[in-house]
């Protein structure tokens, strides 16, 4: 948890220095949409790392504009995993006959704000945009084959946790309304990689991997940014 207060102290000091320094800079239209889809690369924990890994990460975002330079908005995120090849490969004389999945829903609020750098021709022609989402996250593993030890319950295949994704991206616009670009996030769970889900220390010995660090990893991809009206033409000082 000193982590988590360090993070959000952080990103509140950081949107106030580029607040105070962006005050006077561009306006962009009060609402918007941004899609965004890319590769997620797990970070932690090494026994998660060692189980799946990332196929994709896509969703959306409905954003307005609260401030001159801040904004907020309601988004989603699916991100797809499958067990990865450490992990047949480690199951030893057991040979799995398909991947199992491990897919994510995830519900966020944003907080946000824009980091314009380049203004031409009254028109926003690049920007950056810096966010925090913060949500509550549905997890299901599917294509799993459980195993059932007698008089024993049967395996969870699905949780709920929250967890925390600061994110930043950069637009470029090819047309007033209408941007694409880059971006980079990593996702933070509030808690920690269970191998009985799904009965999964049925196939691997997890005593052998660290499984102390909480659930992670990082989203590499592209983006559009969709306003539904067109940019305000007033960029003066």
Not at 63 to 70: A, D, E
Not at 96 to 113: K, P, Q, S, V
Not at 145 to 161: A, F, I, M, N, Q
Request: glycine share 8%; proline share 3%; hydrophobic share 40%.
């Amino acid at each position: 948890m000193n982590v988590l207060k360090q993070i959000i102290l952080f990103w509140i000091l950081f949107c106030t220095v580029s607040y105070s320094m962006l005050l006077a800079q561009n306006k962009l239209a009060r609402f918007s949409f941004k899609g965004e889809g890319g590769i997620p690369t797990v970070l932690s924990s090494q026994a998660f790392k060692n189980t799946f890994v990332g196929e994709f990460q896509t969703g959306g975002q409905f954003v307005v504009r609260v401030f001159p330079k801040f904004y907020s908005g309601v988004g989603f995120n699916y991100a797809l995993f499958k067990t990865s090849n450490n992990f047949q490969f480690r199951i030893g004389n057991v040979t799995l006959t398909h991947d199992f999945f491990l897919r994510t829903y995830n519900t966020n609020l944003i907080l946000g704000a824009f980091l314009p750098v380049e203004v031409d021709k009254d028109k926003p022609d690049q920007f950056g945009s810096i966010e925090l989402r913060i949500g509550y996250s549905y997890n299901k593993y599917t294509n799993v084959v459980l195993k059932v030890d007698s008089g024993k319950p049967t395996p969870l295949t699905e949780y709920y946790t929250t967890y925390i994704q600061p994110h930043f991206s950069y637009t470029f616009m090819v047309e007033e309304n209408l941007g694409f670009g880059g971006f980079v996030n990593y996702t933070m769970y509030f808690n920690t990689f269970n191998p009985s889900h799904a009965s999964l220390d049925k196939y691997v010995d997890y005593t052998k991997w660290n499984n102390r660090f909480n659930i992670s990893w990082i989203t590499l991809g592209l983006h559009f940014h969709w306003y539904f009206i067109k940019v305000q033409r007033d960029f003066s000082d």
